[in-house]
């Protein structure tokens, strides 16, 4: 017996140490598997936190999205794209940004289906206080009626698209040849290219391709009178959205070749070259473009030179908070002729010379409604008066719904100018409507 109860003893004393090291290695990975737990505990948490916090965010965005525009949105999703060319769409409809830059500047009209209802566009005006030295035809006064279009464009087929617009007021100034403004259809050959055919607006600068729908001042710049009239020519041109083509993102280069024919006569049997290229910036709020024209013009009868119509330009669209600019310098051989169904040769025309022409305009958005705008303007070596008119006027304008506005604009000028676009009256009060 003695020596059994001492063999386990022996026993108990062998086993103890295990049964210890065993316990103690429980133990330490239980408190591991805890740390685990623990850890994995905060990250769940922190995953939630995030979660959440996505949650918001893309609540704020959607919220923003469907919220009013304020001055400081910048371009509409496609769901609230309008119908019509976003060109000829009144000011209350866009948002200020987008009314400064005017990212769809130059556009085709692949966006919109042809409707059967036509687009009308009505302008009527009141001009007092002619600049000194303007004879009566030379500036508007009193009541009248300044513009009347009626556009229709868009898709009409899946490649297919066309533009047209005719304007009543020539009717009344015996001018019949001026009713039609736009005529051409268009292939869209891919989502990056459409090719253009038949009468509409040049492919150069800003202020030439900025409709009257929706342009602030009364008119356009002086030069756009001058270098081109009516701003529209005959012709053939290739829209490519290179952002489409895997280029520069909002980059779009135009390429023409026209008759070169002031408008409504092809009175040479020579074509113009027109390349221009614009990028509005991701922002939205930045656009600049640069173009270039090479051709040639007739020559007053026994005159013998330099018989070029080369012309370069170059403009910008900004927007700072609620202040918009736009800004834009062309320069190029003087133009020989003014606008006209038969030629008629500006008096004061040399070969070889040269006129430029600047304009800087700013504009400042009070509220939803209103604006106040104020505008410098010169031409220099004017083709009828080898004089240098300067301008600068101040406007301000008011909203009345989605489709009108009311403008009063008052303007200082030195000098009168001619052609097409002059506007040579102190005061000019306007009402548009747009349906």
């Known amino acids: ?75 509409p999703t496609t769901a609230e794209a309008p119908e019509a060319n976003p060109e000829s769409i009144i000011v209350a409809d866009l948002s200020f940004a987008e009314r400064i830059v005017v990212p769809d500047l ?15 566009f009505v302008q009527t005006a009141y001009f007092a206080n002619p600049i000194d ?7 508007p006064v009193n009541f009248g009626i300044n513009r009347v279009e009626l556009a229709w464009g868009g898709r009409v087929g899946e490649r297919i698209g066309m533009g047209y617009e005719i304007q009543y007021h020539p009717a009344t100034e015996g001018a019949s040849e001026e009713l039609l403004n736009d005529a051409f259809v268009e292939y869209y050959a891919s989502d990056a290219l459409t090719l253009r055919a038949g009468q509409f607006v040049k492919p150069f600068g800003f202020d030439i391709q900025h409709s009257s729908n929706v342009r602030e001042s009364p008119e356009r710049g002086m030069f756009a009178g001058y270098f081109f009239p009516g701003q529209r020519d005959r012709g053939l041109m290739l829209r490519a959205d290179l952002g489409e083509l895997g280029w520069l993102s909002g980059t779009t280069l135009y390429a023409g070749a026209f008759n070169g024919n002031r408008f409504f006569a092809d009175n040479n049997d020579e074509l113009n070259y027109n390349l221009r290229l ?99 303007d010169r031409f220099d070596n004017d083709p009828v008066t080898a004089d240098n008119p300067r301008a600068f006027n101040v406007g301000y304008l008011r909203k009345i719904g989605a489709s009108s506005r009311l403008a009063i604009d008052y303007q200082w000028k030195d000098d009168i100018t001619f052609n097409d676009d002059e506007l040579n009256t102190r005061l000019s009060l306007r009402w548009d409507v747009i349906y």
């Open 106 to 120: 130059g556009s085709d009209e692949r966006g919109a289906e042809l409707r059967p209802k036509p687009e009308l």
């Open 278 to 376: 614009r990028r509005v910036f991701p922002s939205g709020r930045v656009a600049v473009g640069a173009s270039y024209q090479a051709g040639t013009q007739l020559l007053p009868p026994g005159v013998v030179g330099d018989d070029d119509e080369h012309a370069a330009g170059v403009d910008v669209q900004l927007v700072a908070g609620r202040l918009g600019v736009r800004a834009e310098y062309v320069r190029g051989n003087m133009p020989s002729t003014l606008l006209g169904l038969d030629p008629e040769f500006a008096p004061a025309f040399r070969p070889g010379e040269k006129s430029w022409g600047a304009t800087a305009f700013f504009n400042y958005n009070l509220t939803a409604e209103d604006d106040v705008y104020w505008r410098w």
């Open 133 to 139: 030295g303007a004879a009566p035809e030379d500036a």
């Open 1 to 75: 017996m003695t020596h059994r109860y001492h063999y386990l003893a022996l026993a108990s004393l062998l086993v103890l140490p295990t049964s210890l090291a065993a316990q103690s290695a429980a133990d330490s990975r239980i408190a591991a598997l805890e740390a685990q737990l623990r850890s994995a505990q905060t990250r769940v948490a922190e995953l939630e936190t995030t979660l959440n916090d996505l949650s918001a965010a893309v609540a704020a965005i959607s919220a923003a999205r469907t919220a009013p525009a304020d001055g400081a949105a910048l371009l």
